[in-house]
């Protein structure tokens, strides 16, 4: 019993040196996070101010919004030139398509210090960005030509004749006649007379003639209101006021009814084409 007793005593024992130690270390630790120099705050608020950039910029990363990510890392990088922005950077060039300076941010990522885990990847993007790089700048190829066509053959000529020799002999050729060329047929003749397309004219004419009459039985009673208003108003006869308003009913009708007429004949005359 009593050799149990002193064995939890000395684990009690040691239980409470530790605890006393991990104390002391954080109140050496407190104290000297508040005796730092009085530069540090500047430097604080600009790594702070970089950690805020760089969420923005995250949050945009990941809504493929690839432009304003990049401008945040970069300000971020300007504020704490930390390395994992750089890749941060790279990512988002690479992700956009520009191949050129994902490149040059992984390589600048690589020479800055590359963190061990990354060293793969990293290496596997740059030779993708290189590959890629190379086959954008690559020279297009030069336009099929098509093969020159063969020189056509000369025409067989006869064999001048001496004086005082024979006829032409079996072996001799003669150059063939030209085919005589027939003279084109005459296509007038086949083509069917013109036609004017009489309804639509009739129709067109016959609706602009509808639509001038209609329009100046419109303005007709236009300058009756306007007289009637001017001197007698409300007191004016009601069969002047009734007349009036009779001939800008006619007057309006008889303008659709042109209207329709017109655009009745353009309509045939389109179609008879």
């Known amino acids: 019993m009593l050799g149990r007793r002193g064995t939890r005593g000395a684990q009690c024992v040691r239980a409470a040196c530790a605890c006393a130690f991990a104390v002391v270390l954080f109140a050496v630790h407190t104290s000297a996070a508040q005796t730092r120099p009085a530069a540090d705050p500047s430097r604080a608020r600009r790594d702070a101010e970089a950690a ?34 750089l890749f941060n950077i790279a990512q988002a060039y690479r992700l956009k398509g520009a191949c050129d300076e994902a490149l040059l941010f992984y390589r ?23 590959a890629c790089v190379a086959k954008r700048h690559a020279p297009s190829p030069l336009p099929s030509q098509p093969p020159a066509a063969a020189p056509p ?12 020799s024979s006829a032409t002999t079996a072996g001799d050729s003669t150059p063939a006649a030209p085919p005589r060329e027939r003279p084109p047929a005459s296509t007038s003749a086949a083509l069917p007379p013109a036609r004017l397309p009489w309804p639509s004219l009739v129709a067109v004419g016959g609706g602009a003639a509808l639509g001038a009459v209609g329009l100046g039985l419109y303005l007709s009673a236009a300058h009756d209101y306007g007289e009637f208003e001017r001197t007698c108003g409300a007191s004016c006869p009601r069969d002047d ?33």
Not at 108 to 130: F, K, L, W
Not at 159 to 164: C, F, S
């Open 241 to 273: 006021w009734q007349g009036a308003r009779t001939r800008e009913r006619f007057g309006v009708a008889m303008l659709g009814l042109g209207a329709v007429a017109i655009a009745g004949g353009i309509v045939g005359w389109l179609l008879s084409r």
């Open 153 to 164: 053959e000369p025409a067989s000529t006869a064999r001048p004749r001496g004086e005082g």
């Open 108 to 130: 600048n990522y690589e020479r800055a210090g590359v963190v061990p885990t990354h060293r793969t990847v990293v290496a596997a993007h740059i030779a993708d960005m290189e």
């Open 52 to 85: 805020q950039l760089n969420d923005r910029a995250l949050v945009h990363f990941n809504i493929a919004a690839y432009d304003s990510a990049i401008e945040e890392f970069k300000a971020a990088y300007d504020l704490a030139p930390a390395p994992a922005l």
